[in-house]
């Protein structure tokens, strides 16, 4: 049996309500800078204000027009990040590349929702503005696999490509999906990561149904998302992109590569319970399998970035899914959420999130939980109130992703 390959990351890139560039993002990360605002939506009974982490994207600015007819804005928003990746890979000149092969060099992208502005711009066209006939590249705007391919084409990576749609495991998955193409062999290197563009009148008022949106907060709409706070209302949509580059890691030294940290562990369960409840069970299990397939214990990981939605239930499960995983180890552990200021960008959740604790491991720097002045008390583990923590000597972090459905996803990440 072949032995398998380690996998290092390359490369970062970002387009997020807290910073269009990696060194942005985690400089608002630290300093608890909340992207979180209330926007007005025009809706057919009028217009409604909204919290959302939404993006100020002039898509102008970094496309043709005629490239544009054929691009989605979720699209738009992974194009950019991973322009961003692969420069910081030393990827963006082909001729740079050393020994790595186009056929080699695959795609895999997690979205929940894809082109849910193109669709629901067709919606509105059919039905309240009565058009005949819709734009004729409406199908390929709105479908969940078009930005892969426009990566794809973009770079021109001819190996695996591939598209997860996992609710809000949707990018934690692609991730460890292409960790495991290029640990056995079938790929060299795999631009990965997720996206998501759903601030839209349709996905916005399916939301609102649920009544799992948070209410906007008395210190203001940018405080209204507080993961486990004794005063929290619930989550807050967003907006955005995280992508990244994975290589084998023989490859990357060959081609003198920065080697920024290794994707070490990656496991994913499925709860098996409820479509909206999640189950503390399944989520330790995902810790665990990821810890064993990572080749550590409890005790290594020295920073946790939690799902950490700001929802009534899922804030409780998760803490209580730590303790199972992490047993004596749960008390040391420090934890945070950082959806409190970039909010919840669903399936590009995970690589957001997996990007910022990469980020972390770098800087020796733990990003707070914005707003926790006044935990749950059923939330009882270190979720680093406030302030940032310097955490020196740091060597391994782990991020969960957590889905409806009771999809699970674990990365974990070490030091290069």
């Not at 608890?32 to 100020?56: C, K, M, Q």
């Not at 909206?276 to 080749?295: I, N, R, Y």
Request: with cysteine.
């Amino acid at each position: 049996m072949t032995a398998l390959r380690r996998v290092a990351i390359t490369g970062l890139g970002i387009v997020s309500p807290i910073g269009t560039s990696c060194a942005a993002f985690f400089e608002s990360l630290l300093a608890a800078r909340s992207g979180i605002r209330a926007i007005d939506v025009a809706f057919p009974t009028g217009t409604e204000s909204v919290l959302a982490g939404d993006i100020d994207f002039n898509p102008d600015s970094h496309f043709a027009k005629a490239k544009l007819l054929t691009m989605d804005r979720v699209s738009q928003f992974a194009l950019v990040a991973a322009r961003e990746a692969m420069q910081q890979a030393g990827l963006g000149d082909p001729s740079t590349w050393g020994g790595l092969q186009h056929e080699r060099f695959g795609v895999s992208m997690g979205t929940g929702s894809g082109g849910a502005g193109s669709l629901d711009a067709a919606y509105t066209a059919l039905l309240e503005q009565k058009v005949a006939r819709l734009r004729p590249m409406t199908v390929v705007l709105a479908m969940n696999n078009a930005t892969a391919a426009h990566l794809s084409m973009e770079f021109g990576l001819k190996g695996p490509n591939s598209t997860v749609s996992n609710a809000c495991a949707s990018s934690a998955t692609a991730i460890g999906d292409a960790f495991r193409q290029i640990r056995h062999g079938y790929a060299d290197a795999m631009l990965v990561g997720g996206a998501e563009a759903l601030l839209n009148r349709g996905t916005i008022k399916a939301w609102q149904a649920m009544h799992t949106l948070a209410r906007p907060h008395a210190d203001g709409p940018q405080a209204s998302c507080r993961p486990f706070s004794k005063d929290r209302t619930g989550l807050v949509l967003s907006e955005g992109s995280a992508m990244l580059v994975l290589e084998d890691w023989e490859t990357a030294k060959r081609r003198g590569a920065t080697i920024l940290a290794e994707l070490a562990g990656y496991a994913s369960t499925t709860d098996a319970h409820h479509l909206t409840q999640p189950e503390a069970q399944g989520q330790a299990s995902a810790m665990v399998l990821g810890l064993q397939d990572a080749g550590l214990n409890a005790a290594d990981i020295g920073y946790l970035n939690a799902h950490g939605t700001a929802t009534e239930v899922g804030d409780v499960v998760e803490t209580n899914a730590i303790r199972l995983a992490f047993q004596g180890a749960a008390d040391a552990l420090p934890v945070s959420s950082t959806k409190g200021v970039h909010g919840h960008s669903m399936g590009a959740a995970g690589a957001m999130e997996f990007l910022a604790s990469v980020m972390a491991l770098r800087a020796g720097q733990l990003p707070p939980t914005a707003f926790l002045a006044t935990p749950d008390p059923r939330c009882d583990l270190d979720y680093i109130p406030l302030q940032p923590r310097d955490s020196k000597g740091l060597r391994a972090v782990m991020s969960n992703s957590f889905a409806f459905g009771g999809s699970n996803s674990v990365l974990i990440a070490k030091t290069a």
